[in-house]
């Protein structure tokens, strides 16, 4: 955890080429189905130490790649005099460090994929913990063997005496992993590692470095093992947090805006826990989500925030700076967080990756089941007339084609769980899907219009994005067959609400179900609330004690690391 003195402002930096003289294209090739420079960027941006992540590069395929699926990682150009293979990599990183204004600078690569966040996490907090009388750290892998130099020396042995290996004085590899370094210190040293430097032990597993088509297959082995190791979602290890023992660790007290609806209804249990944490809560009244004017009376007031669905613009941010340092989501959405406008006012935003895809999928399936075999219009129809006894006429999913939109966390959960009713499976993604997944699963990946065109059930389980916004309106609609039902359980705006309840109310489509909307909570007045082929519910498809358990704590942890308040973290 970091302490409390000032935090520094920490930004990860990847510098990559577009052309690789050992291994062809590798930053951008794909590694077990997914372009190898995803890896390390994801795992980035799961840590919750680093401000920014900037990427460095010359790679047109990179920068595209990167706005279409990283919109908040910096992309610098790199320029002509610097992509020259010679170039050292210290001028490539001098030119980065003008340019990105931070008190510490962390450099990793895009050919470590193993590399974890845990890892990266941890090389942070060694340093910070001890800077500024350690002035760097470098990563290192640690041997115990025998060395000897090339005129057949002994290095680090007395071969007269054999020593067990484990007995021998151990060795250090600098294995170009992590550095974590200041720009004074690369500008006085024209290098990563400075004058009080700190070595940060790694293990050979995840120190894994491609610079050889050897180890770029030992890399593609060892991660398509893992991915059907785990055979689908892993399960979620639920965990709770406790205050040190120290007394004095909480002196300094915080207040936290409680805006999340779900946290809100779990304050009596919670209120205590945080409040032992040394926060004082903030408690607004919450209709679904707070408004910019909502945010604006209580402007200043807050150190941080558990939040939902809020709309935080640039002017609800700037409001609350420069007081406010986190807002931590509850949950995984944060389309309605600008993040620029954040990172300008030193505000750090965090949230739960995949933290609703079982439930969230097993909604979507829930739908699928429930047009099919018509059973909430049965029912209905005995409750209005206890006379009724009328057969209405159902299908199996065995004959149907299920179409996917964003096939991510949750899209990929939809897939598993349909992929034992369905007759076939297509999917639709800008980003290209691991081939082991594909290979699992049997999707076929195709194109926008031709999954519209075939599919039976549409289901939407895309970001909402300025792509994606409005991605189902009148044209695309009318490219539906009129048998088809439209599932949308990802965000409100990704569907033209309008332009749907004319397709619904035309039969150019056969149904909807909807648990996300473009205003929240649904009007009194929409045309939706009326139509007899339409499903709709309260943006609840995330429901699942489990689930909220998990995201209750993870969204606190994040609170809690962000402000720099110290815990214990346990098991349940």
Not at 9 to 33: C, D, E, T
Not at 90 to 114: E, F, M, W
Not at 459 to 472: A, E, K, R, W, Y
Request: hydrophobic share 40%; with cysteine.
């Amino acid at each position: 955890m970091a302490d409390s003195k000032k935090e520094l402002r920490i930004a990860a930096i990847v510098p990559m080429r577009h052309f690789s003289q050992r291994v062809a294209g590798k930053n951008y090739r794909l590694l077990a189905g997914k372009p190898l420079f995803h890896y390390i960027i994801e795992t980035l941006l799961s840590v919750p130490e680093i401000h920014e992540i900037v990427i460095d590069t010359d790679s047109p395929v990179i920068v595209e790649q990167s706005k279409q699926l990283f919109p908040t990682v910096r992309l610098l150009q790199r320029p002509a005099h610097l992509v020259a293979p010679e170039t050292p990599m210290n001028d490539v990183l001098l030119n980065i460090v003008s340019q990105v204004p931070a008190d510490l600078y962390l450099q990793t690569h895009s050919t470590n994929p193993l590399l974890p966040a845990s890892t990266i996490s941890a090389a942070i907090k060694q340093l910070t913990a001890v800077y500024p009388q350690r002035d760097s750290l470098f990563s290192v892998k640690r041997h115990q063997t025998r060395l000897w130099n090339q005129l057949v020396q002994p290095i680090n042995h007395n071969e007269k005496i054999l020593l067990q290996t484990q007995d021998l004085p151990p060795v250090y590899e600098e294995n170009s992993c992590i550095y974590i370094f200041s720009k004074q210190n690369l500008e006085t040293f024209h290098n990563r590692i400075g004058a009080r430097p700190l070595m940060f032990i790694m293990t050979n597993k995840e120190s894994v470095d491609i610079d050889t088509e050897w180890e770029w297959s030992i890399a593609d082995s060892m991660l398509r093992t893992r991915f059907a190791a785990i055979q689908g979602e892993k399960k979620k290890e639920l965990f709770k947090l406790t205050p040190v023992s120290d007394a004095g660790a909480y002196s300094k007290r915080h207040t936290v805006l409680i805006s999340a609806p779900y946290m809100i209804m779990n304050l009596t249990r919670f209120r205590p826990i945080l409040e032992s944490f040394g926060l004082d809560l903030l408690v607004p009244e919450v209709h679904e989500r707070l408004n910019e004017p909502d945010i604006f009376k209580i402007a200043g007031q807050f150190d941080g925030g558990i939040c939902g669905d809020d709309k935080w613009t640039p002017a609800a941010i700037k409001a609350c700076a420069p007081r406010l340092k986190c807002l931590s989501k509850w949950g995984t959405g944060i389309d309605s967080f600008d993040q620029q406008a954040a990172d300008a006012n030193g505000v750090k935003i965090t949230r739960t990756p995949d933290a609703f895809s079982v439930p969230v999928s097993e909604s979507c399936l829930g739908y699928m089941l429930a047009f099919a075999r018509k059973g909430p219009w049965m029912s209905r129809a005995m409750h209005d007339d206890v006379n009724e006894w009328k057969k209405i006429p159902g299908f199996t999913l065995s004959e149907c084609t299920i179409g996917v939109i964003g096939v991510g966390a949750v899209g990929k959960a939809v897939i598993r769980r349909a992929k034992p009713f369905a007759r076939r499976i297509v999917g639709y993604d800008i980003a290209k899907i691991d081939e082991a997944f594909i290979a699992e699963t049997g999707v076929e990946m195709t194109t926008l219009d031709r999954l519209l065109a075939e599919s039976d059930y549409v289901s939407v389980n895309c970001d909402l994005t300025p792509s994606s916004f409005h991605l189902i309106n009148q044209e695309t609609l009318s490219k539906m067959k009129k048998t088809a039902y439209l599932i949308n359980t990802a965000r409100g705006p990704i569907v033209d609400e309008p332009a749907l309840c004319e397709a619904l109310e035309k039969g150019i489509i056969a149904g909807a179900a909807l648990d996300v909307f473009e205003n929240e909570p649904l009007p009194a007045t929409s045309p939706l609330r009326r139509l007899d082929n339409a499903l709709i519910a309260s943006h609840n498809s995330n429901s699942s004690p489990l689930y909220w358990e998990y995201v209750h704590w993870n969204t606190i942890k994040n609170l809690l690391n962000v402000l720099g308040v110290p815990y214990n973290e346990e098991k349940q």
